[in-house]
T-cell receptor
Framework: AQSVTQPDIHITVSEGASLELRCNYSYGATPYLFWYVQSPGQGLQLLLKYFSGDTLVQGIKGFEAEFKRSQSSFNLRKPSVHWSDAAEYFCAVGGGGRRALTFGSGTRLQVQP | GAVVSQHPSRVICKSGTSVKIECRSLDFQATTMFWYRQFPKQSLMLMATSNEGSKATYEQGVEKDKFLINHASLTLSTLTVTSAHPEDSSFYIC?????????????FGEGSRLTVL
């Protein structure tokens, strides 16, 4: 069975500081990995995805993530956080085709001025 | 990018009534759609997989008779919450994958917030 763990429930960073959100996954084959962002009461927006190839993936809004197979991790990073980045972030794993994504429990990001 | 539309975005109903939520893929054909449920400040839990022209596949613990899913066309799936009760109040999100591509990015709807009084 596939699963995703996001160890940090809540993170607070200062505006302009760097950010790293952790994600560990369990999947029996080569995973498809995703990071989504959700603002309160809204749907999900895809930040980036990894299917294969280069393990460092660039996404929208200045986010990037690195796939590390040996650590079963897919951590999300941003060098300088903006106040508008405050939201809930979900890591997800899936196998494509007719299979659904499995989501982590989410990390709520607060940005201090 | 592809767009998935959900309607209604918010619905309030009385206990015992039924509510239908629509999920449409606007610019692509979706052979598979997924319905998720999200409680406040929690993650998305998969409820069921909706396949066009066949019965939905429900996750363990999800009542088939309470959450009726119909995927009658390649662009529309509906979730009907029957005889709704306050504990059914939640945020329901659908997602769709274009065709059977293996590199499957899922496109998500904006969600539907159901409040049962």
């Amino acid at each position: 069975a596939q699963s995703v763990t996001q160890p940090d429930i809540h993170i607070t960073v200062s505006e302009g500081a760097s950010l790293e959100l952790r994600c560990n996954y369990s999947y029996g084959a080569t995973p498809y990995l995703f990071w989504y962002v959700q603002s309160p009461g809204q749907g999900l927006q895809l930040l980036l995805k990894y299917f294969s190839g280069d393990t460092l993936v660039q996404g929208i809004k200045g986010f990037e993530a690195e796939f590390k197979r040996s650590q079963s991790s897919f951590n999300l990073r941003k060098p300088s956080v903006h106040w508008s980045d405050a939201a809930e972030y979900f890591c997800a794993v899936g196998g494509g085709g007719r299979r659904a994504l499995t989501f982590g429990s989410g990390t709520r990001l607060q940005v201090q001025p | 990018g592809a767009v998935v539309s959900q309607h209604p975005s918010r619905v309030i109903c009385k206990s015992g009534t039924s509510v239908k939520i629509e999920c449409r893929s606007l610019d692509f054909q979706a052979t598979t759609m997924f319905w998720y449920r999200q409680f406040p400040k929690q993650s998305l839990m998969l409820m069921a997989t909706s396949n066009e022209g066949s019965k939905a596949t429900y996750e363990q613990g999800v009542e088939k008779d309470k959450f009726l899913i119909n995927h009658a066309s390649l662009t529309l799936s509906t979730l009907t919450v029957t005889s709704a009760h306050p504990e059914d109040s939640s945020f329901y999100i659908c997602s769709a994958r274009e065709g059977p591509k293996l590199s499957g990015e899922l496109f998500f709807g904006e969600g539907s917030r159901l409040t049962v009084l």
